[in-house]
């Protein structure tokens, strides 16, 4: 049976009370932990901050992009997920070789989203003494954004340090929400504190919705595609080059060799050419 695909499922509870995302980032989360060499509990780290900001995206701010940034306590490395509109997502992995990088009591947890006049709205937190980047990322949007919220996101790794299955849910409490609906959320939510038993083998994202609202009446807003996916290119490498001084410019050229890139994120290799660098000394 073919395994369904990625998305990010947004719902609402028809009396007005909760808002709901639930995403299936298996796929996702595969494709960018072999892009970075992730395996075990790198990879699980970096898979639950991918789910995590791709959730926030289709919370916050659904049309724009957004970062989640992980950095660990013992200055060990950074996570970097990276989401954009249309479901485009994409994951970088920096640090030492020598050993896992994990969210730990003193990590801290960043948000970065653009805003639609082009600001960059952002906060931090740090990581709790549980360790669970679930908990942070309540606490981020408490704290940053004033919003309650309950959420999990998990990511099975298989015996060999690779991605077996990756999702999560957000369920965002609105203004119009009463005590007694209230009072069933937050108890049916306690048996969701953990997910990990609800990624079974092929999971979608549609069984996971059905799970979290099991027996409350809700109708289904949209729905995203998500996969990995660079936006690097070769306009934006030179427009990159472009920032740099004409005198720096001049000496790429007068080199006579191509200037060679490797993306950070997906691995493609670009190669500007000497008349490519000439064109940019003449548009300046």
């Avoid at 981020?140 to 998990?154: C, G, K, P």
């Amino acid at each position: 049976m073919t395994p369904p695909d990625d998305s990010c499922l947004r719902a609402i509870t028809d009396d007005g009370s909760f808002r709901v995302m639930v995403a299936r980032t298996t796929q996702t989360v595969r494709d960018v932990a072999e892009a970075q060499g992730a395996r075990g509990t790198t990879a699980q780290n970096l898979g639950d901050l991918l789910t995590a900001t791709v959730l926030f995206r289709e919370t916050m701010s659904p049309g724009l992009r957004v970062q989640g940034i992980l950095r660990c306590a013992d200055r060990r490395g950074t996570l970097v997920a990276d989401s954009a509109p249309e479901g485009r997502t994409r994951g970088l992995v920096q640090g030492s070789k020598d050993g896992p990088i994990r969210a730990t009591e003193g990590a801290l947890l960043q948000m970065m989203r653009t805003l639609h006049n082009g600001s960059i709205n952002q906060g931090v937190v740090r990581v709790p003494p549980s360790g669970k980047m679930s908990e942070a990322m309540m606490a981020y949007m408490r704290e940053s954004e004033q919003v309650d919220t309950m959420l999990a996101m998990a990511t099975t790794i298989s015996e060999d340090g690779t991605v077996l299955e990756a999702g999560g849910y957000m369920v965002q409490l609105l203004p119009e929400v009463g005590r007694a609906p209230l009072a069933i959320m937050a108890e049916r939510l306690e048996d969701f504190r953990t997910i990990h038993h609800l990624l079974t083998p092929g999971f979608s994202a549609d069984v996971l919705l059905s799970e979290i609202l099991y027996g409350m009446s809700f109708t289904r807003l949209d729905e995203t595609r998500v996969a990995f996916s660079c936006w690097c290119s070769t306009e934006r490498l030179l427009a990159a080059i472009a920032t740099l001084r004409p005198s720096e410019i001049r000496t790429m050229v007068e080199d006579g060799s191509p200037v060679q890139s490797t993306c950070d994120y997906c691995g493609k290799e670009y190669a500007i050419q000497t008349s490519q660098l000439a064109g940019l000394l003449q548009q300046n």
